[in-house]
Nanobody, 124 residues
Framework: VQLVESGGGSVEVGGSITLSCVHS???????MAWFRQAPGKEREGVAY???????RYADSVKGRFTISKENRNNTLFLQMNNLKPEDTATYYC????????????????????WGQGTLVNVSS
């Protein structure tokens, strides 16, 4: 599976931004997800979408972020609203086997696929 993110950039506090992730190639992941990593911090899972379209979010983004998928174009989205300075991070799209919100994702080795990341900067 190949994953390519886009849509990052700079936005003011309270603003919105939508990230996109085009995925291609064969794969058998159970979840599509968005992770983020702020400078000096661990990578954390913030939003997951299961193959039955179930979703799960970190408490810190619940009600503000929405993960969705457009099957026709093999694109995963993360709509981010009411952004806060603490949302500043590099965001990664991932195809993974485990739904794990927060830091300390155990990983599934070669079964996981990751994008290259896209930077979101929220300024006050």
């Amino acid at each position: 599976v190949q994953l390519v993110e886009s849509g990052g950039g700079s936005v003011e506090v309270g603003g919105s931004i939508t990230l996109s992730c085009v995925h291609s190639g064969p794969g058998s992941s159970l979840y599509m997800a968005w992770f983020r990593q702020a400078p000096g911090k661990e990578r954390e899972g913030v939003a997951y979408r299961g193959f039955l379209a179930t979703t799960r979010y970190a408490d810190s983004v619940k009600g503000r972020f929405t993960i969705s998928k457009e099957n026709r174009n093999n694109t995963l989205f993360l709509q981010m609203n009411n952004l806060k300075p603490e949302d500043t991070a590099t965001y990664y799209c991932a195809a993974v086997q485990i739904c794990f919100i927060g830091t300390g994702y155990p990983g599934s080795g070669p079964l996981d696929a990751w994008g290259q990341g896209t930077l979101v900067n929220v300024s006050s």
